[in-house]
């Protein structure tokens, strides 16, 4: 079990530029890349893509307005955004179905039409921990 804790505790870390500072705080800009945009091909092909990202991050050292900066957050973390954002919606979204299907005689528009608003309050329910999620998911940065 510890061995399993221990790969669940590796960092995950991207590169970026740090875009403005404040006090503990850096808004950093990293390139998020997909698995093949580092293909030799990926000029014939269309599937390459890459997309920038913001993000505030909590800054390990001094940093400015324009240093490469490696942005980290706990592999974890991942998967429990993972876990919040798509698992546990689709687990509502299937329970509602199962016990609408089986407890009524709705039809199957009624029924996905219920399961949907199922997801989006669910999301809304979310949305009440912002602040103590955002406590939760800390991303650091270190000078490369």
Same mark, same amino acid.
């Given at each position: 079990?510890?061995?399993?804790?221990?790969?669940?505790?590796?960092?995950?870390? @991207?590169?970026?530029?740090?875009m %403005?500072?404040?006090?503990?705080?850096? @808004?950093v800009? !990293?390139?998020?890349?997909?698995?093949?945009s580092?293909?030799?091909?990926?000029?014939?092909?269309? %599937?390459?893509?890459?997309?920038?990202?913001e993000?505030?991050?909590?800054m390990?050292?001094?940093?400015? +307005?324009?240093?490469? +900066?490696? +942005?980290?957050?706990?592999?974890?973390?991942?998967?429990? $955004?993972?876990?919040?954002? *798509?698992?546990?919606?689709?687990? +509502?979204? !299937?329970? !509602?179905? $199962?016990?609408?299907?089986?407890?009524?005689?709705?039809?199957?528009a009624?029924?996905?039409?219920?399961?949907?608003?199922?997801?989006?309050?669910y *999301?809304?329910?979310?949305?009440?921990?912002? @602040?103590?999620?955002?406590?939760?998911?800390?991303?650091?940065?270190?000078?490369?």
């Amino acid at each position: 079990m510890q061995s399993l804790l221990c790969i669940m505790d590796e960092l995950i870390r @991207h590169t970026g530029v740090v875009m %403005s500072t404040s006090e503990r705080m850096a @808004h950093v800009q !990293i390139v998020q890349t997909s698995a093949c945009s580092a293909c030799k091909a990926k000029s014939m092909c269309m %599937s390459a893509e890459s997309q920038a990202k913001e993000m505030d991050v909590i800054m390990l050292e001094p940093m400015q +307005v324009g240093d490469k +900066v490696e +942005v980290e957050v706990r592999e974890r973390l991942a998967w429990k $955004a993972v876990l919040l954002a *798509y698992i546990l919606p689709f687990i +509502v979204m !299937i329970g !509602i179905i $199962a016990a609408l299907d089986f407890m009524t005689e709705w039809s199957e528009a009624v029924i996905g039409t219920l399961s949907l608003c199922g997801i989006a309050l669910y *999301y809304i329910g979310l949305s009440f921990f912002k @602040h103590r999620l955002q406590t939760q998911f800390t991303f650091t940065a270190r000078k490369l």
